[in-house]
Antibody
Framework: EVQLVESGGGLVQPGGSLKLSCAAS????????MHWVRQASGKGLEWVGR??????????AYAASVKGRFTISRDDSKNTAYLQMNSLKTEDTAVYYC??????WGQGTLVTVSS | AIQLTQSPSSLSASVGDRVTITCRAS??????LAWYQQKPGKAPKLLIY???SLESGVPSRFSGSGSGTDFTLTISSLQPEDFATYYC????????FGGGTKVEIK
């Protein structure tokens, strides 16, 4: 069974940084692309970005809203994906999910950007 | 980026009703479309992938159809546990989601 567990969320001031983790189990993590998706309270789902596998050169891609501020990485030896978020804005406040497309979602971790 | 337009944004229906939700892509995506159900405070749950393939364990009252730019999710007989928000998602180019359809009790 695919299991994904996010951690690292919390309260951060505008302009600050935060790093989220996504621990995976139940599937071949090293061969899988991993995505991050976020959802502001009462709003829809927004794709944040993804990282592909080693076989695909760990290629990353990002939504325009986070490009240049967020970085996705992975450590296949730890079956973990990461989302480094810099220069955070109030509009980045959301629940952040990691997902192995198409099925397999974590429970989400809440990031609140506020002064 | 590929935009997905879902309609309606919300609907009211009764138990036993047939419900149809549509999703239109801004450009052709072949059959690279999935449908998710989300309940408050929970992660999305996959219902349909590749436009019409039912995910294992999902009741057969859910079905999907379409290809290219126009897609449909149908619930043949709405059950109490189906009241939720539904999202379409394309995976032809990265990922993107429709705006969601909230299905409420009439």
């Amino acid at each position: 069974e695919v299991q994904l567990v996010e951690s690292g969320g919390g309260l951060v001031q505008p302009g600050g940084s935060l790093k989220l983790s996504c621990a995976a189990s139940g599937f071949t993590f090293s061969g899988s692309a991993m995505h991050w998706v976020r959802q502001a309270s009462g709003k829809g789902l927004e794709w944040v970005g993804r990282i592909r596998s080693k076989a695909n050169s760990y290629a990353t891609a990002y939504a325009a809203s986070v490009k240049g501020r967020f970085t996705i990485s992975r450590d296949d030896s730890k079956n973990t994906a990461y989302l480094q978020m810099n220069s955070l804005k109030t509009e980045d406040t959301a629940v952040y999910y990691c997902t192995r497309h198409p099925s397999g979602w974590g429970q989400g971790t809440l990031v609140t950007v506020s002064s | 980026a590929i935009q997905l337009t879902q309609s309606p944004s919300s609907l009211s229906a009764s138990v036993g009703d047939r419900v149809t939700i549509t999703c239109r892509a801004s450009q052709g995506i072949s059959s690279a479309l999935a449908w998710y159900q989300q309940k408050p405070g929970k992660a999305p749950k996959l219902l349909i992938y590749d436009a019409s393939s039912l995910e294992s364990g999902v009741p057969s009252r859910f079905s999907g159809s379409g290809s290219g730019t126009d897609f449909t999710l149908t619930i043949s007989s709405l059950q109490p546990e189906d009241f939720a928000t539904y999202y379409c998602q394309q995976f032809n180019s990265y990922l993107s989601f429709g705006g969601g359809t909230k299905v409420e009790i009439k």
